[in-house]
């Protein structure tokens, strides 16, 4: 009796590829404008106009914006808020906040997503280094992406990545719960679901072209979420904060390829 042959990872081909970095590319630019205007007193509606703006004039369309009903172009996620914040004109930065920014844009039908977390202004040691422990666990995740290897290498990757960062701050970091990465081409979130943990070797198989969104949530106590009133903010039950990296990867013959520069 023989066994099953693993299915691969979605792959695309080289132009189409180009297609889903020019798209990713966008989002790199509409990320650092919005990193550039995130200062003390601005809301973080103000944040979402930044990033519409920068979108729209290079003829992509907002990812984000109406997808399931969400009402902004990007998520705008502060402090304790790990995914899926709205953007709001009562929600102002201050001196200090932790901020994940998540965006999505769509060039010629092709999606690109990304998220990253800074700080405003002077934030504390161990907010930096969160972010610092989740951005490295990110980067664990992208090595792995090379061909033969399998969907869980990935989430392994990833929680290696985590533990290493652990070891490294002398302190520990949760892993949140129930979120995780996916598939990415012509519509945002396709399958595969990535974790961001879990045993190796397990899964379909990555090949050249397959393309996956790695995104690692990091938080400085519980694994524990709850989403609030709102439906879509999704924030740590302890009160303790989160951050949030993401990139496009896409599998090549050469390493991995981030679809999502950043300028």
């Known amino acids: 009796m023989g066994f099953r042959k693993p299915k691969d990872v979605p ?9 889903m970095e020019a ?13 550039d205007a995130a200062k003390p007193g601005v809301s973080t509606l103000h944040l979402d106009e930044v990033a519409e ?3 729209r004039d290079a003829g992509a369309v907002p990812s984000f914006k ?17 995914v899926h914040g709205i953007p709001s004109a009562d929600t102002v930065l ?18 690109g997503d990304s998220a990253w977390t800074f700080g405003v202004g002077e934030i504390s040691a161990a907010d930096a280094e969160l972010s610092d422990a989740t951005r490295s666990s990110m980067e ?12 869980t290498d990935v989430s392994h990757a990833i929680e290696l990545g985590t533990r290493a960062a652990a070891e490294r701050f002398g302190r520990a970091f949760g892993i949140v719960d129930g979120y995780g990465g996916h598939g990415i081409g012509r519509e945002m979130h396709m399958e595969p679901f990535l974790a961001n943990e879990g045993k190796p070797n397990r899964g379909p198989r990555l090949v050249v072209g397959s393309t996956l969104a790695i995104e690692p949530m990091l938080t400085l106590g519980t694994t524990e979420t709850s989403v609030l009133d709102d439906d879509w903010t999704v924030v740590t039950d302890d009160g303790s904060r ?3 990296w993401e990139h496009t990867v896409a599998v090549t013959e050469d390493g991995p390829r981030i679809l999502t520069p950043r300028p």
């Open 11 to 19: 792959f695309k081909t080289s132009g189409e590829l180009d297609a």
């Open 23 to 35: 798209a990713g590319a966008i989002v790199g630019r509409a990320l650092v404008a919005v990193r």
């Open 53 to 55: 703006a920068v979108i």
């Open 66 to 82: 109406g997808y399931h009903g969400f009402p902004g172009s990007i998520c705008t996620s502060v402090n304790e808020v790990v």
């Open 94 to 111: 201050s001196v200090g906040d932790l901020v994940s920014i998540d965006c999505g844009a769509i060039l010629d039908g092709w999606h």
């Open 140 to 151: 664990a995740g992208i090595a792995a992406m090379v061909p033969g290897n399998r969907l």
């Open 242 to 244: 989160s951050a949030h």
